[in-house]
């Protein structure tokens, strides 16, 4: 297993919403911050969106990953046609072995056959330039309906991103998640977390922990 960080862990150095620091982080700062941590590999998702680069900018980011040795995957939660068409581009030329996206639930309701269809589609284009598609759990769409249709897409390239906590937001506990998904799994998003009494007694909080530090059974995790 290799071991990577993503832009979503810097991202307060990034810029989100209203809170955007002086000088924000880049694709090649946040490339830097991953040598430093040890990583085998970064993963830019949607808010350091490398579409959004300049043709010189992706050239040196290529250029800079090829020097620390660190390999790129992309991710994003957008799946109109052009925006793909520019990641399938970005998965060649930078030789990413992975694209996470995280759909919504509108982009399934109503019509699964079609969105099967166009998977199969895009891990044929995807699989062209070296590049395995990672469907995420993300919050609003229910492991056991992304299970489906990895299982019924039935391409080799047309995997799931397990994210161990994402679905707790879908009533789900992340041992439930990981045995849902892991047959899937392409590509693991790990994060800890807690739950912390409310200070008055009315309910409680779920909150993110530092690993290692909240309920998750990272080993559990691992091993499925």
Not at 60 to 70: K, Q, S
Not at 96 to 102: K, T
Not at 190 to 216: A, C, F, L
Request: with cysteine; charged share 25%; proline share 4%.
């Amino acid at each position: 297993m290799r071991v990577g960080i993503g832009t979503f862990c810097f991202r307060w150095s990034i810029g989100i919403r209203d809170q955007h620091p002086a000088t924000p982080m880049g694709p090649v700062d946040f490339l830097e911050a991953g040598a430093e941590a040890g990583a085998d590999f970064v993963q830019f998702a949607e808010n350091l969106d490398l579409t959004a680069q300049t043709p010189a900018e992706i050239e040196t980011l290529g250029a800079r990953a090829d020097e620390t040795g660190l390999g790129i995957q992309l991710g994003t939660n957008r799946m109109d046609d052009e925006h793909l068409a520019r990641q399938v581009e970005l998965a060649d030329f930078l030789g990413a072995a992975v694209i996470r996206i995280a759909p919504n639930r509108d982009a399934i309701s109503g019509n699964e056959a079609a969105f099967r269809d166009r998977l199969r589609y895009l891990g044929d284009v995807f699989g062209k330039a070296g590049c395995t598609i990672a469907l995420e759990n993300h919050f609003d769409l229910a492991p056991v309906t992304l299970a489906r249709i990895a299982r019924e897409a039935a391409h080799e390239r047309v995997t799931i991103c397990v994210d161990v906590a994402n679905s707790v937001a879908n009533g789900e506990w992340p041992t439930e998640t990981v045995a849902t998904l892991a047959p899937h799994a392409g590509n693991l998003h790990i994060k800890d977390y807690d739950i912390v009494p409310d200070s008055y007694g009315v309910g409680m909080h779920i909150v993110g922990t530092r690993m290692g530090e909240g309920r998750m059974d990272l080993d559990a995790a691992l091993t499925a």
